[in-house]
């Protein structure tokens, strides 16, 4: 599976948009990018995921870039319950064996 | 979204004792279960590939003797540390694998804090 690199941490004001960069330069034409948060002493959470398209739903958006060497997930609305460290991961395959390689993660502290 | 427990959320146990930690998949049926460790300030770590029916797949460095993975049904996995010692203290998540469209999102437990006295 191709690596990721996100920023250590970002900071947003409650009410902002929070836009958590991700780089993927070694993606690969069949790898998907997926998005998950782990709240501190929780379980990861999934939020979106994307091929090629830009993607939305009820939590986020997802802009991918045409080349695919890089995403951007964004948070409308961040909220104090967002903070979170934010996991940028890139897959490949469509089977249930897939499994997910987490790095070190965006720690996204928001503020009032 | 569908749902994933694990239980204990957390143990305390003597070093040498072995724990059992289960993890159950509510509203469906996952034939592949994953394990994590997650070290305070670390990210996870995978440490093995739970098959229903069949043995577990573990990660490099990963004592199979150590850490047994027992995938009985299609919605229980167990991951039991034997023989545990204060190394081995940590946060263990298991996630499963739901199928949308054309790929998969993995569904996490709560997690399960173990500390090895």
């Known amino acids: 599976d191709a690596k990721t690199t996100q920023p250590t941490s970002m900071d947003c004001a409650e009410g902002r948009a929070a836009n958590l960069p991700c780089n993927h330069s070694?993606?690969?034409?069949?790898?998907?990018v997926y998005w998950y948060r782990q709240i501190h002493s929780q379980g990861p959470q999934y939020i979106i995921h994307g091929l090629k398209n830009n993607e939305t739903n009820e939590m986020a958006s997802l802009i991918i870039t045409e080349d695919r060497k890089s995403s951007t997930l964004i948070l409308p609305h961040a909220t104090l319950r967002d903070t979170a460290v934010y996991y940028c991961?890139?897959?490949?395959?469509?089977?249930?064996?897939?499994?997910?390689?987490f790095g070190t993660g965006t720690r996204l502290q928001v503020t009032l | 979204g569908a749902v994933v427990s694990q239980h204990p959320s957390w143990v305390i146990c003597k070093s040498g004792t072995s724990v059992k930690i289960e993890c159950r998949s509510l509203d469906f049926q996952a034939t592949t279960m994953f394990w994590y460790r997650q070290f305070p300030k670390q990210s996870l770590m995978l440490m093995a590939t739970?098959?229903?029916?069949?043995?577990?797949?573990?990660e490099q460095g990963v004592e199979k003797d150590k850490f047994l993975i027992n995938h009985a049904s299609l919605t229980l996995s167990t991951l039991t540390v034997t023989s545990a010692h204060p190394e081995d203290s940590s946060f263990y998540i298991c996630?499963?694998?739901?199928?949308?469209?054309?790929?998969?999102?993995?569904?996490f437990g709560p997690g399960t804090r173990l500390t090895v006295l």
């Open positions: 739970s098959n229903e029916g069949s043995k577990a797949t573990y």
């Open positions: 991961i890139v897959r490949g395959g469509t089977g249930t064996a897939s499994k997910l390689t």
């Open positions: 070694t993606i690969s034409g069949n790898e998907y």
């Open positions: 996630s499963a694998p739901v199928a949308g469209g054309t790929s998969f999102e993995q569904f």
